[in-house]
């Protein structure tokens, strides 16, 4: 494909469009992938359709004598820096929830790992202020979203401070950055004269901003505890996450403040959701939907999206160990049927496309209204999930619309299959007592191939509850309800159930009567994660605090990698190398007379 399609990523790309100078440079840790599922792209060719000039510099050498050749390919950017360090925080993409080094990054060309620095924020932050000391930086993406206040990092084990004080960045952009990028733009268009200001970026919705001076704070807001509080005390810690929380929503939303020693992190209220309109003007965007030709060997993240369709953002789910609720918040938000479909129809034309659709979905695939009316209206509730553990009493679930787009989508010349592998939540499933059954059907009929991937995590309820999923019993009903209507549509398919192992809370004792209820269904799952405590989670606050941070209930968290490993093996008991761990778990529990059961004719 023709390099000009995309946007620059060297000076020669800059000079062939007659340009001498970008208005903004985008220095991010992952590929560049000119398609509307990396933040890049997507971010880029937002500013691009209002008028502005962007170049891409991605994954940039941070070291050596080259490196400040590199950031400054495109010379200073007229407006700002935007940097981000990817799809994923670059601790996460480079180590396992046990901290050993990854050997791959599907995010890097021929997914080689160790393109990206760790801590990437902050070391290209750094680079850039040795090179460019007064253009502003603005930093954005997953890694900033999640530890956008004070917060606990599993990799130094210790409270880190605001990543916004950690870079120096001028402006931090949490959650979905369209709305809030281009309002920061129009203001630094508008305010050249003095762009370091914290007038120049108060007042924006989805940001945050910093300063040292307690006269600039806004009148209207909540002090959350401050710093010093929460990297010495659980209780300041917990009290700082649950507050944070009640904040996500943009209807109900008060400013928040952190204080960190002599100076001050603001985050404004969230941006508001886009609406049908403007979320389908993004996928009209002219992305070629390839990898930049300078990757020969291509980029793996992007064979996982290419033919498959977002629906939505947003997730009213609330698990705790996910990062959805904080980074695109509680409201659903949707595409137009016709917006998918007119997508959908141009996959076809694609030279590699074999009529499959790989999937179509968001977060939660089957999540394509608000929760409730109250919800569309007001906003969600500050103090009452809609789903978590136990369905909210307002919440209606309805699949009439997704099952209708799936209908539509499954009936376009050229297409064979419609796949939905994004994740449905067989909890709201249940909760439609009218379409509910006939969902399942259409799912079972026409959008499975031999296996549906769910997301039980645990057999114990009590696990369940802190991880605010539905019951087993919950689940039971589901497996029980799939299998029937696979019988009843004359099909061969299963369930392939996701755990967690070691989630805070759980015990040996947890995970071996999760053990016993595999063993008892004749299943036990490839797909066991151990716990990776992610920055800015409920989970996480539960790991670091060893408490529930709403009930303030002190709960047993499995820290050391030995107990993980026991957990893990428990969960895996039919596998040859976790013999020897599974018999010291029955040991540990004075269950060795189980030792039959889980694991026959061994000695």
């Known amino acids: 494909m023709d390099r000009r399609e995309f946007l620059p990523v060297s000076r020669d790309d800059m000079i062939s469009r007659g340009w001498d100078t970008c208005d903004f440079v985008f220095v991010t840790g992952d590929a560049y992938v000119d398609h509307p599922s990396f933040a890049a792209a997507i971010l880029s060719r937002v500013l691009e359709n209002a008028g502005y000039r ?36 670059s601790m996460v993409a480079h180590y396992t929830a046990n901290n050993k080094p990854r050997s791959s990054d599907a995010y890097s060309p021929g997914g080689k790992a160790g393109f990206r620095p760790d801590r990437a924020l902050i070391t290209y932050c750094a680079k850039i202020r040795e090179v460019s000391k007064n253009v502003p930086v603005i930093i954005g993406g997953i890694e900033a979203s999640m530890r956008r206040f004070g917060h606990y990092d599993y990799w130094s084990n210790t409270v880190r401070h605001s990543i916004l004080l950690d870079t120096k960045a001028d402006v931090l952009v949490y959650g979905m950055g369209e709305k809030p990028l281009l309002a920061l733009a129009e203001r630094l268009a508008q305010n050249r004269e003095a762009p370091r200001s914290a007038q120049a970026y108060s007042g924006i919705r989805g940001t945050m901003w910093r300063t040292g001076k307690a006269d600039e704070l806004p009148v209207e807001s909540v002090m ?42 603001i985050q404004e209220k969230p941006s508001l959701p886009l609406d049908h309109a403007e979320f389908d003007r993004l996928y009209d965007l002219p992305f070629t ?77 089957n999540f394509r209204k608000p929760a409730c009316p109250k919800q569309e209206l007001a906003g969600s509730c500050r103090d009452r999930q809609c789903l978590g553990t136990e369905p909210c009493p307002a919440l209606q679930a309805d699949h009439t619309e997704y099952r209708e787009l799936l209908r539509t989508l499954r009936g376009i010349p050229g297409i064979k299959k419609v796949f939905v592998r994004s994740g449905i939540r067989y909890d709201y499933l249940q909760e439609d007592k009218a379409g509910g059954e006939a969902f399942l059907r259409d799912l079972c009929e026409h959008h499975v191939s031999g296996q549906l991937k769910v997301a039980p995590e645990h057999s114990s309820n009590r696990i369940l509850k802190l991880m605010r999923k539905g019951s ?48 008892k269904s004749g299943f036990v799952p490839d797909q066991v994660q151990d716990f990776y405590p992610t920055p800015g989670t409920l989970s996480t606050c539960m790991y670091f605090t060893g408490m529930d941070p709403y009930t303030g209930t002190t709960i047993h968290v499995a820290r050391g990698a030995k107990e993980r490993a026991l957990q893990r093996a428990l969960l895996q008991f039919n596998k040859k190398e976790n013999h020897p761990l599974v018999r010291q778990a029955l040991r540990m529990v004075n269950r060795s007379d189980l030792l039959p059961v889980l694991l026959p004719n061994k000695k």
């Not at 659980?234 to 939303?253: K, L, M, S």
């Not at 060997?297 to 997730?315: M, N």
Request: proline share 7%.
């Open 54 to 89: 962007v170049g891409i510099i991605a994954q940039p050498p941070w070291k050596g004598p080259e490196a400040a050749e590199s950031f400054l390919r495109f010379g200073q950017p007229r407006l700002a820096w935007l940097v981000s360090a990817g799809a994923m925080d």
């Open 472 to 519: 087993v019993e919950q689940y039971r009903t589901f497996a029980a309800a799939f299998q029937k209507m696979n019988e009843s549509l004359g099909k061969k398919q299963y369930l392939i159930p996701y755990y967690i192992a070691s989630h805070p809370g759980a015990t040996l004792e947890d995970a071996l009567h999760t053990a016993l209820e595999l063993k």
């Open 289 to 365: 939907r390839e990898a930049h030709p300078d990757y020969p060997d291509g980029i793996p993240a992007l064979q996982e999206v290419l033919f498959s369709l977002t629906s939505s953002r947003g997730c009213f789910g609330a698990c705790s160990f996910c990062a959805i609720t904080f980074h695109q918040g509680r409201l659903i938000q949707t595409r137009s049927i016709h917006s998918l479909v007119k997508e959908a129809k141009e996959l076809t034309r694609h030279p590699q496309f074999k009529g499959y659709i790989h999937d179509v979905g968001g977060p939660t695939a």
């Open 224 to 265: 959350l505890p401050e710093f010093s509080e929460i990297r010495d005390s659980p209780d300041a810690y917990c009290r700082h996450f649950v507050e944070q929380e009640r904040n996500t929503d943009p209807f109900q939303a008060e400013i928040l403040v952190e204080k960190s020693e002599s100076r001050y992190v």
